[in-house]
C-alpha cells in the first residue's frame, strides 16, 4: 500500500514523540512491503517564529493532500502567560481540524494491569475498564463568534450546533458500539443548555435506527463523578467539543498517565491522528517524554488505512514494553528509559528481532540507559 502521510511536528515534545513514530511506521512499511512518505509541514508556535502564523497556507495544502496527517502537540507557556497575544499555537490545530473538517475525535481510555498503580483510582474500579469518546470537534463554543468589548470589560463566546453536525458524529458513535459493548452514553447539560437539548432531541431520533444499541442519557457534571466512581459502566461516550475536551483529559488518569492515549480526529477526507497529551515544554529536548501516546495514534492511523495486522503489531509491542517496564519517567521515575529507546524497541518489536531471539537482559546491555 502506498501512503503519504502530512508530519506536523509542532512544539515542545511534539517532534521528539512523532520521531518515534516515524521510525516505527517505517520498520512496519520494510516488514509488511508498504509505501509511506512523509511530509513536514510548519505549526504551532514553531510556524509562528518561523512564519507569523500558527498555520500557514502551505500546511494546509501538504494535509489536504495527504492520506492521513500525524500531529505532535502545539503550545508554549510564553503564549499560555499573554491573554492578550494575538497569533496563538492553538490556532494551528483549531485550524487544521476546521480545514480537514475534522469532526469527530476518537480517544479511547485503555487501562493496563501494569499501570494500574499509577492512577489515584483503586485497582478494584480500573478492572474492566474500556471506554472511547467520541468528541465533536468543529463546532460549538470552540467555533462561536467570540467578542470582547473595546473597553475589555465583557467578553463572550457563542456556542451554537445544527441538527446535521451532531447526526454525523452521533452516526459514527453508534456504529462503533456496535462492534463494541453496544452501548451509547450522550453527554450533555439538557437541563440548562437549548444545544444540549437539540443533542438530545437529535440523539433520540437517531437511536431509533440502532434497535441493539442501549442509550443512556447523563448531564456533564453527573458524567465526571461516574468516570471516578464508576468508570466500567462506560462503552461508548459522545459528546460535544468543550465537554468532550474537560472529560477526556479526566479519563485519562483511568490509564495511570497522559502520555499514553492516542487519538483520531476523522471526517470526511483526511484523517488526522494526535497523542492527547500537550507541547509538555518542560520535557522538550530532553528524551524522556512518553511516545506512546503518539506511536498508538500511528496504529489507528494504520486502522484507518484497513491495516488492522499492523495497527495489532504495534499495540502487542506497546503491551510488551509496558509489561516489561521499558516504561518512560512518567511511568516510572526512578528506572525509566529514553523517549527513543522505547521507539527502537517498538520498532524491532514490529521488525520481528525482538522478543523471540533477545533475551530481556541482552536488551538492557544493548539499549539501556537507565539512569
Ligand atoms: C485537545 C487540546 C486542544 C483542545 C487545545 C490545544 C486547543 O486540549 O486536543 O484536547 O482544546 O481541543
Ligand atoms: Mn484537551
Known amino acids: 500500500m502506498n501512503k503519504k502521510i502530512a508530519i506536523l511536528n509542532g512544539d515542545g515534545i511534539g517532534p521528539e514523540v512523532t520521531a518515534q513514530s516515524i521510525k516505527i511506521l517505517k520498520a512496519i512499511a520494510a ?184 442509550v443512556d442519557y447523563m448531564f456533564v457534571d453527573n458524567a465526571a463523578m461516574q468516570l471516578i466512581l464508576n468508570p466500567k459502566q462506560f462503552d461508548v461516550i459522545l459528546t460535544e467539543n468543550m465537554f468532550g475536551d474537560i472529560i477526556s483529559d479526566e479519563a485519562s488518569v483511568l490509564s495511570g498517565s497522559l502520555g499514553m492515549l492516542p487519538s483520531a480526529s476523522v471526517g470526511n477526507g483526511t484523517a488526522l491522528f494526535e497523542p492527547i497529551h500537550g507541547s509538555y515544554p518542560q520535557a522538550a529536548g530532553k528524551d524522556i517524554a512518553n511516545p506512546l501516546g503518539s506511536i498508538l495514534s500511528a496504529a489507528m492511523m494504520l486502522d484507518h488505512f484497513g491495516l488492522t495486522e499492523e495497527a495489532k503489531v504495534i499495540r502487542d509491542a506497546a503491551d510488551w514494553t509496558l509489561q516489561n517496564n521499558f516504561v518512560t519517567k512518567d511511568i516510572d521515575p526512578v528506572n525509566f528509559y529514553f523517549t527513543s529507546t522505547i521507539g527502537d524497541l517498538i520498532a524491532d518489536y514490529v521488525s520481528g528481532k525482538i522478543p523471540g531471539s533477545v533475551k530481556k537482559e541482552n536488551i538492557e546491555l544493548r539499549k539501556s540507559t537507565i539512569i
Open 31 to 214: 516488514q509488511y512491503n508498504h509505501e509511506f512518505t512523509f511530509h513536514e509541514a510548519l505549526i504551532g508556535a514553531d510556524a509562528i517564529d518561523k512564519t507569523g502564523s500558527a498555520l500557514p497556507e502551505e500546511t494546509i495544502d501538504t494535509c489536504l493532500d495527504s492520506d492521513a496527517v500525524l500531529f505532535g502537540a502545539v503550545g508554549h507557556p510564553k503564549y499560555d502567560n499573554d491573554p492578550s497575544a494575538k497569533v496563538r499555537p492553538e490556532q494551528g490545530i483549531l485550524g487544521i481540524r476546521k480545514a480537514l473538517q475534522l469532526f469527530a475525535n476518537i480517544r479511547p481510555i485503555t487501562t493496563y494491569p501494569s499501570l494500574q498503580h499509577l492512577s489515584p483510582l483503586k485497582a478494584k474500579q480500573l478492572e474492566g475498564v474500556d471506554c472511547i469518546i467520541f468528541r465533536e470537534l468543529t463546532g460549538g463554543i470552540y467555533f462561536g463568534k467570540k467578542q470582547t468589548s473595546e473597553d475589555g470589560t465583557y467578553a463572550s463566546d457563542e456556542c451554537s450546533y445544527s441538527k446535521e453536525e451532531i447526526e454525523r458524529i452521533a452516526h459514527l458513535a453508534f456504529q462503533y458500539a456496535q462492534k463494541r459493548k453496544k452501548k451509547v452514553t450522550m453527554v450533555d447539560k439538557a437541563n440548562v443548555l437549548d444545544t444540549s437539548r437539540l443533542w438530545r432531541k437529535t440523539v433520540q431520533a437517531i437511536a431509533l435506527q440502532y434497535g441493539d444499541v442501549t
